[in-house]
């Protein structure tokens, strides 16, 4: 990937000891927030995305607020091999019950299913042993992907085979410090992108939270825990029936 287009990646999604972005000395007083970055943490953000590919994978959680409901996803990605399991949750607010369903994906796919009105649904329509739907992938440059596309895109673009151009984030000042906060116990580092913040472990320089604008302006926030090595299998062929075969049945669960 391109120097400008892994910078890219990391404002629009996203060989060096700890981070300390509050390294100031005593005599300069406190960091301000909205400082550039210097040349050693515009090595540790040229270097997430490839960490991320060498640790494997990771555990997410990923929340998007959107009109009077929250969608929340909670799963295990793997980074080498660009497939991913997690958890759909959907909360409405009033009475309406929550939206419970398991996705997978990978680079090309996404399988959506674990629902009793789902199953029920195929096995009415000759596909008795179904119990998910599986359908393309948006295309990361469709105009306004469905949601869950949108996410699952930014997840699997939040890792690279190789390291970046640490010079793409020392560019007109539009990458800055800003500031430090605890996220699930660890201290992390904030730096703000031109439409997204980014939250780095202070101890390990790991990629920790990502944020940023999706679609409509819906606010979607991923964050990674316990980086290591994951294998996700997809359901197989007698698990899943295609969305061209059931379009009826997809249209109604929103599938």
């Known amino acids: 990937m391109l120097p400008r287009a892994r910078a890219a990646v ?20 406190p960091r301000p927030m909205g400082d550039a970055v210097t040349a050693g943490e515009a090595r540790v953000l040229a270097g997430l995305l ?30 080498r091999d660009s497939v991913g399991r997690a958890e759909a949750v959907t909360s409405f607010s009033g009475d309406r019950p929550d939206d419970v369903r398991t996705v997978f994906f990978t680079g090309k796919d996404l399988w959506v299913g674990d629902m009793p009105a789902l199953s029920k649904a195929l096995a009415a329509d000759h596909a008795p042993s179904a119990t998910f739907l599986r359908r393309p992938l948006a295309a990361a440059d469709d105009e306004e992907p469905p949601l869950l596309d949108a996410i699952v895109g930014m997840l699997l673009r939040l890792a690279d085979r190789s390291v970046g151009d640490p010079a793409a984030f020392l560019v007109e000042h539009r990458y800055t410090w800003d500031g430090q906060r605890s996220i699930d116990s660890r201290l992390t580092s904030l730096f703000r992108l031109p439409s997204a913040t980014v939250a780095v472990d202070a101890g390990d320089d790991r990629l ?13 926030t991923i964050t990674l825990a316990d980086h290591g090595p994951r294998e996700v299998k997809v359901p197989s062929g007698r698990e899943s029936a295609l969305v061209a075969d059931h379009q009826k049945i997809a249209a109604a669960l929103g599938v």
């Open 10 to 29: 990391l404002a629009g999604v996203l060989a060096l000891g700890p981070l300390l972005a509050g390294g100031c000395s005593a005599d300069d007083g």
């Open 50 to 79: 490839h960490q991320n590919f060498r640790d494997g994978g990771a555990d997410f959680v990923v929340t998007a607020p959107y009109g009077q409901a929250v969608l929340r996803l909670t799963g295990t990605i793997d980074f």
């Open 208 to 220: 920790v939270q990502y944020s940023a604008l999706v679609g409509s302006g819906v606010d979607v």
